[in-house]
C-alpha cells in the first residue's frame, strides 16, 4: 500500500470542513489519507450522517477503498481509484445538507472520465450550511470564472428537522481549471433576491424578510432591488420554512450573495437584514468575494492552471482551514495580502491539474 498521509482533524475550524477538503485532494491528487480527531471541535464529535454520506459517494466517484466508515467514527482511512463516470447516489436520511454534499463533490467531479450525474436527497434550505440555492445561483457563477459548471434540478424541498429534499446535479468534465483574477469591484448594477415561506408559515413573513433585506441594500445601491416573495408549492415543499437568498452583480461581472433562514423565535425583518448585511460587509472593503463563497473558491484556486488573484473580507477561519489543506496536500502556496481598506488579496499559483480523460 502507498504511503498514507496523516491529517488532523481538529486544527482551524475542526469541523466537516478539512475532512471534505482533504477527501477532494485526496482523490484528485491520489495521495491516501488517514483523517483523525474528525469534528473533535464540535459538540458531538465523529461522522454524522451527512459526513457518511458524504465519504461514500466520493468513495464511489473514484472506486475507493475505505476504513472507519460508520456513525460517530472519529478516524476514517481513504485510498483513492481513479475519477469514473455515470450516476451517483447520495441520500441522507436527516435533514444533513446536500449543499455539503454537493460541495465536497463538485471539485472531483469536474474531472470525471465523462459526464457525472450527482442525485442528491437531504435538506436544501438547513442551518449551519449554504442554502442550495445560494449555490446555484452565487457559487455557480464564480465557479464559471474558472471555466467549470453544473446544471441542477430541484425536485422537492427538504427543511429541518426531517430533510426528504430531491436535487440531482449534472457535470461535465473538464480538462482544466483557469485562473481567475478577480480585484477590481467596480459597480452595483445588479440588486436581486428571493424570499420565500413553505408550509403553514405566512405569506406576511416573506414580505417582511424582504423588507428587511431592501432596508440595508438602499444603503449601498439606489436603484430597483428586485427581490421575488413567493410561496413555495405543498408539492414541492410540504414542511414549514421561510428563507431569503439576496445577490449583487457589479460592472466588472463580481456576482456576491448573502442568505438567512428564517426563526419563529426571530423577528423576519431582522433576519432580512443579516442577509443583506453580508453583502454590505463585503461591499464596504469592496470585495470581489463574499465571506461565503470565500472558502468555496480555494480548492479552484489550488488546482487552476495559473496564478488567481482575488479579493475579499478578511480570511474567515473555514478559509483559512481550506487554505491549510490545499497547501498541506497539493504542495502549492497561497499569499494573503492585507489592503488599506481592511480587505485582503488572495493569490495562489494553482497546480494546474490536468483531466488525461476528458
Known amino acids: 500500500m ?46 454524522m450522517a451527512q459526513h457518511l454520506k458524504g465519504i461514500e459517494l466520493l468513495r464511489e466517484i473514484c472506486n475507493a477503498q475505505v476504513r472507519g466508515l460508520e456513525l460517530g467514527s472519529t478516524e476514517v482511512e481513504f485510498h483513492p481509484g481513479d475519477i469514473g463516470r455515470g450516476k451517483f447516489v447520495a441520500h441522507v436520511q436527516t435533514a444533513g445538507s446536500v449543499s455539503l454534499l454537493l460541495q465536497a463533490a463538485l471539485p472531483v467531479a469536474i474531472f470525471g472520465s465523462g459526464p457525472i450525474t450527482l442525485d442528491l436527497k437531504g435538506g436544501t434550505n438547513v442551518d449551519m450550511a449554504p442554502q442550495v440555492d445560494f449555490m446555484t445561483e452565487i457559487f455557480r457563477p464564480n465557479m464559471e470564472k474558472f471555466g467549470a459548471t453544473f446544471d441542477f434540478d430541484m425536485f422537492r424541498r427538504g427543511y429541518f428537522p426531517k430533510g426528504g429534499g430531491h436535487c440531482v446535479a449534472h457535470i461535465k468534465p473538464v480538462r ?5 483574477t478577480l480585484v477590481d469591484f467596480g459597480a452595483i448594477n445588479k440588486c436581486f433576491g428571493w424570499s420565500f415561506v413553505a408550509g403553514a408559515v405566512p405569506i406576511r413573513v416573506a414580505k417582511d424578510l424582504a423588507d428587511g433585506a431592501k432596508n440595508m441594500l438602499k ?13 413555495e408549492s405543498v408539492d414541492m415543499a410540504p414542511d414549514n420554512c421561510s428563507g431569503i437568498i439576496l445577490g449583487i452583480q457589479t460592472t466588472t461581472g463580481v456576482v456576491m450573495g448573502g442568505a438567512s433562514l428564517g426563526n419563529r423565535n426571530k423577528d423576519a425583518f431582522r433576519t432580512g437584514e443579516e442577509a443583506a448585511n453580508v453583502i454590505k460587509s463585503a461591499y ?61 488579496i488572495i493569490e495562489c499559483d494553482g497546480i494546474g491539474y490536468q483531466n488525461h480523460n476528458s
Open 2 to 47: 502507498a504511503n498514507v498521509m496523516d491529517i488532523d482533524g481538529s486544527l482551524l475550524e475542526g469541523g466537516g470542513q478539512i475532512l471534505r477538503m482533504a477527501l477532494c485532494f485526496s482523490i484528485l491528487c491520489k495521495k491516501p489519507i488517514r483523517v483523525f480527531n474528525i469534528r473533535a471541535g464540535r459538540k458531538k464529535p465523529g461522522l
Open 176 to 180: 482544466s481549471l483557469k485562473p481567475v
Open 219 to 231: 444603503r449601498i445601491y439606489r436603484d430597483e432591488i428586485d427581490i421575488e416573495e413567493y410561496r
Open 284 to 344: 464596504k472593503v469592496r470585495a470581489c468575494v463574499d465571506q461565503h463563497v470565500q472558502d468555496m473558491l480555494i480548492v479552484l484556486m489550488a488546482l487552476a492552471d495559473g496564478r488567481s488573484r482575488i479579493k475579499t473580507e478578511p480570511l474567515t477561519l473555514h478559509t483559512q482551514t481550506a487554505i491549510h489543506v490545499a497547501e498541506l496536500m497539493t504542495k502549492t502556496k497561497f499569499t494573503v495580502t492585507e489592503q488599506e481598506n481592511e480587505g485582503v
